[in-house]
């Protein structure tokens, strides 16, 4: 690259990419950047992208589209022109691997050019960055396989090859993510079954299965409240819950939610005496509550999609994956079935 190219990119350089390569350049001129460290919190930030691009109803949904050269040159393009990670880069693949090339001197977040020296290519954010983002579209997009990074001989996720680093990742079958689809897509059809079969007999009234007038349970904290359903579902539908919640060991909760995101009953385990201590409950007893945040809301509320799979923020301070799917009762939709599962 001449002078005048380094110059132009140089240029380019925003405060975000000045302070991401002033940060990794200072952790590891410190000697604090490792891979134990880089690993999760890329993976971290890849899910949290992933989250915002929901938000903005950017997230590039593929569903079931070829995996090809084509499709991963149009997702890198889409997330350059967020990110801008890079000022030229080529993508290749097909439906077992993804080859990713960056200059060393188009990176626009190594503190090479920046100020600081080159890398080492161990500690480099961008496999885990990729490799994660790619994942969770490629699910999105029904396709059940799992996107991993190639481990270099030296224990890095990125050769050099001369000025170019190069980032190598594998698509899989991903058994476990199997496992989870079949789980919901069960859970959905015993709960819709249930529904039905109580209805016609006498057990539970149309009108109270619609019921959305949630009355506030006095002195709870976090917020509790009833409906004329909250009783039938932890009699019939907590039993069902409890039941998938074995189906595989990542699995955190399995619950059913109506469309505004109320929960009537939740997991057993989750679903304690009530102490009036509010950490132990927020944790302890999380049934009858409203879960209206964005994650909350999109599981509750998507009739487009047969499933759909989020980044979820907890409250309770942990992020994890959540993967839902409509419930219909009476040809309506009338919520969504959860399942939460660890990263």
């Not at 000025?163 to 015993?190: M, P, R, S, Y």
């Not at 007038?213 to 917020?223: D, G, K, M, W």
């Not at 039941?243 to 399995?254: A, G, H």
Request: some cysteine; glycine content about 6%; aromatic content about 12%.
């Amino acid at each position: 690259m001449s002078q005048k190219e380094k110059m132009e990119r140089f240029k380019k350089l925003d405060g975000a990419h000045l302070l991401w390569a002033s940060t990794m350049g200072a952790t590891f001129d410190l000697g604090i950047m490792s891979k134990a460290m880089l690993i999760p919190s890329m993976k971290t930030a890849a899910l949290r992208l992933a989250r915002h691009k929901m938000q903005n109803n950017t997230f590039p949904f593929i569903d079931r589209r070829t995996l090809n050269k084509e499709l991963y040159r149009e997702i890198f393009d889409d997330l350059n022109d967020f990110l801008f990670f890079a000022d030229g880069y080529e993508v290749d693949g097909d439906e077992k691997s993804v080859v990713i090339r960056i200059h060393k001197d188009r990176c626009m977040y190594c503190p090479t050019g920046v100020g600081g020296a080159l890398l080492g290519t161990t500690i480099c954010p961008y496999p885990q960055l990729f490799s994660v983002y790619l994942d969770m579209i490629i699910k999105n997009g029904y396709m059940a396989k799992k996107v991993g990074m190639v481990k270099q001989p030296d224990g890095s996720y990125m050769r050099r090859d001369g000025e170019w680093d190069i980032i190598e990742l594998t698509i899989e079958e991903d058994e476990i993510f199997k496992t989870l689809i079949e789980t919901l897509k069960n859970g959905v059809a015993e709960i819709e079954k249930i529904f039905n079969t109580a209805v016609e007999n006498g057990e539970i009234s149309k009108d109270d299965l619609w019921d959305r007038n949630y009355i506030p349970v006095e002195n709870t904290n976090p917020q509790k409240y009833k409906t004329k359903f909250t009783d039938f579902a932890k009699k019939y539908i907590q039993p069902v819950e409890d039941k998938l919640l074995e189906n595989c060991k990542k699995i955190v909760f399995v619950v059913l939610v109506d469309e505004n995101g109320y929960l009537p009953a939740h997991n057993s385990k989750y679903d304690k005496p009530l102490t009036g201590d509010y950490k132990k409950d927020l944790v302890g007893n999380r049934s009858m509550r409203i879960f209206n945040d964005f994650t909350g809301l999109s599981a509750a509320q998507n009739t487009q999609r047969k499933y759909l799979l989020q980044p979820y923020p907890r409250d309770v301070g942990v992020l994890m994956y959540d993967l839902s799917a409509p419930v219909m009762f009476d040809g309506k939709h009338w919520g969504g079935l959860r399942i939460g599962y660890k990263l």
